[in-house]
């Protein structure tokens, strides 16, 4: 198998030779590059397999390198590395599109474990040895987790791909109420904050798309305790 290259954009020079290194003792190539503007030219080079991004950049911000790589790659693993911990600036990176979001200071081991969590995901995702389509099914909502397809009856439904992350764990568990901190920690990898309501606000990205203009409702709150989807009368 050949080696993982992974891009760092980090503006501290101490820091992004330090992560540098520690990644290559992992087994992982990496390449530095130390502004936003020439990050985001290699972020989309086909050779990276897998980006870590701060936010505080010369040339363009992290949050717009983000935004723009996710549109041009949108497979490509993205992990925010950064000192801005706010709930605010973890929300709106996580939204942009990144994978992760890890605050500075951190533990390199977290680090190196979040990395092998993004491609574990990633391998799983992109798998398609199956000999047949793999499809979930709730009343006439259809996932089909091989092609990516959504479906309400005879309408297909375009979700992001974090939206299908999300919709596929909650299909995997129809019936079953789902907590916040299990949602957050399967879709996104992050140790949940209830502070965040980086949950709440694409479980109603869901709601627009698959149940606002269709019946039965599907996606139920169950108050302090999280989600369900569930065929049921409101």
Request: charged residues 30%.
């Amino acid at each position: 198998m050949s080696q993982k290259k992974i891009l760092i954009v980090e503006d501290d020079r101490r820091i992004a030779q330090n992560i540098s290194r520690g990644l290559q003792d992992e087994g992982y190539l990496t390449e530095v590059v130390y502004e936003g503007l020439n990050g985001r030219q290699a972020a989309i080079q086909p050779d990276v397999d897998l980006l870590i991004l701060d936010l505080n950049l010369p040339g363009l911000s992290g949050f717009e390198v983000c935004r723009s790589v996710r549109t041009e790659r949108p497979k490509l693993p993205i992990i925010i590395l950064s000192a801005l911990g706010e709930i605010e600036d973890k929300v709106e990176g996580l939204t942009l599109g990144a994978d992760d979001y890890l605050v500075k200071p951190f533990d390199f081991r977290e680090l190196i474990a979040r990395v092998a969590t993004c491609f574990r995901r990633l391998a799983l995702s992109t798998n398609t040895g199956a000999e047949s389509e793999e499809v979930w099914q709730i009343a006439n909502l259809t996932v089909n987790v091989t092609t990516k397809e959504v479906r309400r009856g005879n309408v297909i439904i375009d979700l992001t791909a974090r939206e299908f992350a999300l919709l596929e764990f909650m299909i995997r568990n129809k019936g079953r109420v789902l907590p916040k901190a299990d949602i957050a920690e399967t879709v996104w990898s992050l140790n949940f904050d209830p502070g965040t309501n980086v949950v709440e606000v694409y479980i109603n990205y869901l709601r627009r798309k698959i149940d606002r203009d269709f019946e039965p409702k599907l996606i139920h709150t169950r108050p302090g305790m999280g989600y369900v989807l569930k065929e049921e009368k409101e």
